[in-house]
């Protein structure tokens, strides 16, 4: 059920859900994040890519690891969330 409310939430933003690894989110595979958290950052909205960047947070030509620690700090210090997981979990 939560995956299909996440496919939904994602259509409405124009995810291509084709790209959506749902057996890999059922399996709780961080990978399966990825595509989501790439398109959230990065091709959701260039105002938000473009401001990320200004502030120092390049996020384009990372490893897996790194993109994710840039947005973690990215979402830490211009907007003030901290996420429930960490980078290792």
């Not at 939430?9 to 124009?14: E, N």
């Not at 960047?53 to 210090?77: I, M, N, P, Q, W």
């Amino acid at each position: 059920a939560n995956i299909e409310r996440l496919r939904a939430q994602l259509r409405q933003v124009r995810f291509p859900v084709q790209h959506l690894d749902v057996a890999g989110l059922r399996l709780g595979r961080p990978t399966a994040s990825l595509p989501v958290l790439h398109y959230a950052f990065l091709d959701l909205s260039a105002p938000l890519s473009k401001f990320l960047s200004e502030h120092g947070h390049e996020l384009r030509a990372k490893t897996d690891l790194r993109f994710v620690e840039c947005a973690y700090r990215a979402l830490r210090e211009n907007m003030g969330y901290s996420p429930a997981l960490t980078v290792g979990q």
